[in-house]
T-cell receptor, first 115, second 116 residues
Framework: DARVTQTPRHKVTEMGQEVTMRCQPI?????VFWYRQTMMQGLELLAY????????DSGMPKDRFSAEMPDATLATLKIQPSEPRDSAVYFC?????????????FGPGTRLTVT | AQTVTQSQPEMSVQEAETVTLSCTYD???????LFWYKQPPSRQMILVIR??????QNATENRFSVNFQKAAKSFSLKISDSQLGDAAMYFC?????????????FGKGTKLTVNP
């Protein structure tokens, strides 16, 4: 049963601390997306990669957020330093470009609370 | 930029009845893809149904079907024979068909309650 995995599922941290979220895309998928979900803004794209190369990170605050794909099986999203307004659920999704509809399959999310 | 609007923040339906969730979108593109995702309390985003804009035939997946009206830029979701497990947030999403624009643009969601 192929699925996207994310760790940790929950994270509580203090303002100013570094937060690292990890995602393992479905094996063979070549695109990875990071979305953030908040009550106010809903679901919004932060960044995405194709074949490990960043294609769009326009939704990401550059001064504190960074996203990388060290290899095809791992994507990371880092926040340094974290702020209370970063509290949200962060979703990773993966897809396969050559599929006609290029559906995106979501992980279970990381619920981040910054106090 | 494309936008997706879900005008019903909340909806309710009786078990075994039919409910329709509304979605409209704004785009200048002629070819694109539309999706409905379900998010139960577990937070997991589950793909329910998908539609290619160049196809006139409405997509159907078991009890779920869509009414795609391209000219009106409308993409509603119909759930037939509603079950308690259908209770969730439902998100309509748009994706461009242009290369390099794979991101999903989501509506704000509709919370569906199913009453026994």
């Amino acid at each position: 049963d192929a699925r996207v995995t994310q760790t940790p599922r929950h994270k509580v941290t203090e303002m100013g601390q570094e937060v690292t979220m990890r995602c393992q895309p479905i094996l063979g998928h070549n695109t990875v997306f990071w979305y953030r979900q908040t009550m106010m803004q809903g679901l919004e794209l932060l960044a995405y990669f194709r074949n490990r190369a960043p294609l769009d990170d326009s939704g990401m605050p550059k001064d504190r957020f960074s996203a990388e794909m060290p290899d095809a099986t791992l994507a990371t999203l880092k926040i340094q330093p974290s702020e209370p307004r970063d509290s949200a659920v962060y979703f990773c999704a993966s897809g396969l470009e050559r599929l006609i509809l290029h559906e995106q399959y979501f992980g279970p999310g990381t619920r981040l609370t910054v106090t | 930029a494309q936008t997706v609007t879900q005008s019903q923040p909340e909806m309710s339906v009786q078990e075994a009845e039919t409910v329709t969730l509304s979605c409209t979108y704004d785009t200048s593109e002629s070819d694109y893809y539309l999706f409905w995702y379900k998010q139960p309390p577990s937070r997991q985003m589950i793909l329910v149904i998908r539609q290619e804009a160049y196809k006139q035939q409405n997509a159907t997946e078991n009890r779920f079907s869509v009414n795609f009206q391209k000219a009106a830029k409308s993409f509603s979701l119909k759930i037939s024979d509603s079950q308690l497990g259908d209770a969730a947030m439902y998100f309509c999403a748009y994706r461009s068909s242009q290369g390099g624009s794979e991101k999903l643009v989501f509506g704000k969601g509709t919370k569906l309650t199913v009453n026994p």
